[in-house]
């Protein structure tokens, strides 16, 4: 063995041994030498470990102190700044709440004596002193007079919302319904209104406040309005309550203007611009540019005390231009920080003080004995029982030393019979254990009684088909579970049974805690003692109720819908036939309903099957509200569904009640906070005319619907003997559609628009033609509806899209950038995934800006799904191109909606159009349009203009954009592309060279 001292040995030279030791390792042991010899070697191992441990508690005290008062001095400090903001807070809200307070006031008061003035010469007007006329000019010439504050005034106005009284002449009868504030006084009528308003000139709305009161015998709404900030008296009325205001001995509060007038201040008054203090001036210059914060500052004692170190708090009070502000000295805040300083100080000094001596009392009294002690206990852990500990050791170790020989001797004895017991222990818990899992884990319902049928014990199976927990059971009588179903005789010979045989089994009716009544299939046997006596019975039952519903739904499933449940098409046939029979003997008539949703695929492909499921079981729910008791409803498949309507009277019932199921469709359907806007086409046949069987009178019903389709949808058509030649034409039609997508056969003719106060092109809608090999056109009318119906619509869109940015690269290429093409965008292709990834690679194939291209799309689109349309407009609109409502007017016109889309095009449909000069109602529904699309913000143009009277009177409404056959019909790209050169030369603009 190795002298553990050699490595010290003085006469062992540098290099020699265990090899040559590096600079860094002789380092090491030279310190590690030194340390050493700080420690004495007599001391025991004890004095060492009190020594470190004095040294190491030392050391945690004084960092414990250092740690606690950082803490504490950065909460107390954060603490008190808090309070001051909090404080400077609570008197601006103060001050904000009390000028709000009196301007309201002030404001109820003079309306208040307006109403009086009215009653007033209502009531001469009874007497007959003054006439209505004259009351009301009296009364109007008072209000036009009368001031409030600096710059407000008193007016009134009708329910209507037209002026009646105002200071300004030229807004006398003038309506102004269309305002937002005006509008909620028509609701409102009485009470405080607050709104902002922008007059000419201003670079900002400024908030204004208002009281109302109605005057309902001349049915007029008179108001006080003012700026809320053109109330001077507050002042005077807020500065007694500021000034009471103090923080600490020498903090204060103070208010000044957003101009820089003191409001209140302890010895400062007028305007701090004017002050040529050093300090002052650029301080307040400071916090009015801030308005809201807070900041730190030095202020000069006038005293000669030198300067000293101000913190300062302040709000802005925009409504009063007011800045309300809590100054005080840091060093007034941060004193008891100091205290606390000292006093961690000495806590900390005491504590190092007693440490040492303490540790050293502690090491000598306890570590002798304890280790002894230790050093027997660790021999019994590691088995050896045959120790024995000191038991003379000072106090608490002595009795240790003696509980733990007591311990062992205790021990000793109790290992025989332990270990005996614990081995017939193990043995009866696990087969306990295995009886218990067995009843607990059994899938039937096992329940034990006392031999006179009350409950002891159930299992969870028992809970979950009774419904009854333990608790709720036990302790009662099994009657409990009775459903009334059977009759005593029934018990008596059960019990009867069980006594004779101590056994019975058998199916019953007993009744769930819900009061549900069940089948259950049950076992009763009975357990004895030795000496035969019936101690328990022991009753497992299985519930059949599953196995006799299912027999129940497989009848159900073979004539029902599984997803609506109602009647599905075999159910629907047979009572169809049985209807005819009916029919035949009481000399009625009957009618078949065939109802297809329209676009129901968007939904399926935009919110998937499941929301589409939801969607067909809320449309079945609301065609069975529709109809009568006797009617039918059933689902053939997909959104298909059919109704019978039994003993029809007349034609005009079953229309009726056509009319009334499309308009039931007009609401929207709410499916998981979807709003989905659903039409439906519906095709009705009637027996005998359309049909004897029920299969022809289904086949016929579906004819008309698709002639409803063929229709625009939306709407029904009665079946007729020419509809089947139509049906064929149809299919013909849509072969041929198909075949010309392939051979693209599409092209694309350009409708202008114009500029009516210019006379400038704007644009062009692009519009798809058909034009078959021999040369003919086919009409839009009739192969769009069909593309739409079956899906085609979406290459075909494409196609249209791709020559429309062929036009456009022409135009580009000619010098027309400026002109911007519209492309219609249908419901399919509104719904696709990947929409906008499609159109920026058509545009960037012809190198195109997103900018030039504007997408047209209807409302009805758009309401399909309207978290789906904000989204996908919003990438679009992202994308650079422009979104425009097309048809605006036909469907769900909504200036909600309207608000939330970002659209820059809103596109009046032609029929509000054709009458405009001879139809008032039309002409107002315009106009309505015009003036609420300015309102947001979004350009305005009218399609379908053909006559100078319509182009003059739209003029007068300032619509920005006209499209129609007055400037020009639909154009080939060739003739296109001449009519923008020789317009622009007709009007002295650069002419292009419109050859290809």
């Not at 006469?11 to 090899?19: H, L, N, V, W």
């Not at 037209?162 to 009528?189: E, N, T, Y």
């Not at 730190?296 to 502000?325: H, M, Q, R, T």
């Amino acid at each position: 063995m190795a002298n553990p001292t050699e490595p010290f040995r003085a006469d062992r030279a540098p290099g020699q041994g265990e090899g040559a030791d590096s600079p860094k390792t002789s380092r090491f042991h030279v310190l590690h030498r030194r340390l050493l010899s700080l420690v004495p070697r007599r001391l025991s191992i004890r004095h060492h470990i009190v020594g470190l441990f004095s040294l190491a508690t030392a050391c945690i005290l004084v960092l414990s102190g250092v740690v606690i008062y950082s803490f504490v001095y950065d909460n107390m400090r954060r603490n008190m700044l808090e309070k001051l903001a909090a404080s400077t807070l609570s008197i601006k809200n103060v001050v904000e709440n009390a000028a709000h307070l009196a301007v309201r006031n002030h404001l109820q008061a003079i309306t208040q004596v307006d109403v009086d003035l009215l009653h007033s010469l209502e009531r001469q007007v009874g007497e007959g002193k003054l006439t209505r006329a004259a009351a009301m000019e009296q009364a109007a010439q008072l209000f036009i007079r009368q001031r409030v504050g600096d710059h407000g005034y008193v007016y009134v106005i009708s329910s209507k919302g037209a002026v009646q009284v105002h200071p300004d002449p030229a807004l006398a009868q003038a309506d102004l319904s269309g305002f937002d504030f005006i509008q909620k006084q028509l609701v409102q009528k009485n009470g405080r209104l607050e709104y902002e308003w922008k007059n000419s000139g201003e670079a900002a709305a400024r908030a204004k406040v208002l009281f109302m009161a109605y005057f309902e015998p001349w049915d007029w709404i008179v108001s006080a309005s003012s700026y809320q900030d053109d109330f001077n008296f507050l002042a005077k009325e807020l500065r007694q309550g500021l000034s009471t205001h103090h923080f600490g001995d020498t903090g204060y509060a103070f208010v000044v203007s957003g101009q820089g007038d003191i409001i209140l201040h302890p010895w400062l008054m007028g305007n701090v611009h004017a002050e040529n203090n050093a300090v002052v001036q650029p301080l307040f210059q400071r916090l009015l540019a801030m308005k809201n914060g807070q900041f730190s500052y030095l202020w000069e004692e006038g005293d000669g005390g030198g300067s000293k170190k101000k913190i300062v708090f302040f709000n802005y009070i925009p409504g009063l231009d007011w800045i309300v502000a809590s100054t005080v000295y840091e060093e007034e805040i941060l004193a008891p920080l100091t205290k606390l300083g000292w006093v961690v100080f000495l806590i900390v000094l005491c504590a190092l003080v007693m440490v040492v001596p303490l540790g050293l009392a502690l090491g000598n009294l306890i570590t002798r004995p304890l280790f002894r002690l230790t050093q027997q206990m660790h021999r019994a852990a590691e088995g050896d029982t045959q120790v024995y500990a000191e038991e003379d050791a000072l106090g608490e170790i002595g009795v240790l030393g003696q509980h733990f020989n007591q311990y062992l001797e205790r021990m000793r004895r109790s290992n025989q019979k332990i270990l005996i017991e614990i081995n017939e222990r193990i043995q009866a818990e696990q087969q306990l254990i295995i009886y218990r899992k067995a009843v607990e884990h059994a899938l039937e319902g096992i329940g034990i009684t006392d031999p006179t049928g009350n409950i002891l014990a159930v299992n969870q199976a028992f809970t979950e088909i009774t419904g009854y927990s333990a608790e709720e059971v036990v302790g009662k009588n099994t009657s409990v579970l009775q459903s009334g179903r059977h009759d005593q005789v029934f018990y008596n010979q059960l019990w009867s049974s069980l006594l004779a045989t101590g056994r019975w089994t058998g199916e019953i009716w007993n009744q769930r805690k819900n009061g549900e009544i069940y089948p259950e299939v049950l076992s009763i046997s009975a357990i004895c003692d030795e000496n035969g006596e019936v101690t328990h019975y022991v009753a497992v039952f299985h519930d059949v109720t599953a196995i006799k519903r299912q027999e129940e739904r497989i009848v159900h499933q073979a004539y029902h819908d599984a997803l609506t449940g109602l009647p599905n098409r075999s159910l629907a046939h047979d009572r169809i036939e049985v209807s005819i029979a009916h029919v035949k003997r009481g000399g009625t008539r009957l009618a078949v309903l065939f109802i297809d949703l329209d676009n129901f695929k968007n939904v399926n492909d935009s919110l998937g099957h499941e929301l589409g499921d939801k969607l067909l079981l809320q449309v079945s729910n609301r065609l069975v509200s529709q109809v009568r008791e006797e009617d039918t409803v059933a689902r053939l498949g997909g959104d298909e569904f059919l109704i019978l309507v039994a003993a029809v009277a007349s034609d005009d019932v079953v229309i009726d009640l056509t009319k009334r199921l499309l308009h039931s469709f007009a609401s929207p359907f709410n499916v998981e906070g979807h709003d989905l806007f659903v039409t439906a086409s519906i095709g009705v046949a009637f027996y005998p005319e359309d049909g004897a069987t029920a299969g022809v009178l289904t086949k016929h019903a579906d004819i008309a619907m698709y002639q409803a389709k063929a229709k625009g949808k939306n709407g029904y058509c009665l079946f007729t003997a020419d509809l089947s030649e139509r049906i064929a034409y149809l299919r013909q039609l849509e072969n041929n559609l198909r075949q010309a997508i392939v051979n693209r056969e599409f092209t694309v003719f350009f409708q202008p628009k114009m500029d009516p106060f210019t006379g400038l092109i704007t644009g062009a809608e692009a519009l798809a033609r058909w034009r078959k090999e021999d040369g003919t056109l086919i009409n839009p009318a009739d192969f769009i509806p069909l593309a739409e119906e079956t899906g085609l619509i979406v290459p075909l869109g494409e196609q249209v899209l791709d020559l429309a940015c062929q036009m456009m690269h022409t135009l580009n290429r000619l010098g027309r950038a400026d002109l911007t093409i519209s492309v219609n965008l249908s419901p399919l292709q509104f719904v696709q995934t990947n929409l906008v990834e499609r159109i920026l690679a058509i545009l960037s194939k012809h190198g195109l800006a997103s900018s030039q291209l504007e997408l047209e799309i209807t409302e009805t689109a758009m309401m399909t799904n309207l978290v789906k349309t904000v989204e996908t407009l919003n990438q679009l609109v992202a994308a650079g191109i422009a979104i425009s409502i097309d048809d605006f007017g036909t469907g769900y016109s909504s200036l909600s909606y309207l608000k939330r889309f970002p659209i820059q095009t809103l596109k009046i449909d032609r029929s509000f159009i054709r009458d405009l000069t001879s139809d008032p109602s039309d002409a107002q529904l315009v106009e309505t349009i015009i003036l609420m699309a300015h309102n947001l913000g979004i350009t305005v143009v009218a399609e379908g203009v053909e006559s100078q009277e319509q182009l003059s009177w739209l003029k007068r409404c300032g619509c920005e954009q006209i499209q129609g056959y007055l400037f020009s019909k639909p154009l080939p790209s060739d003739a296109f592309l001449t009519f923008v050169g020789k317009h622009a030369a007709s009007i002295g603009g650069p002419a292009t060279d419109a050859g290809p």
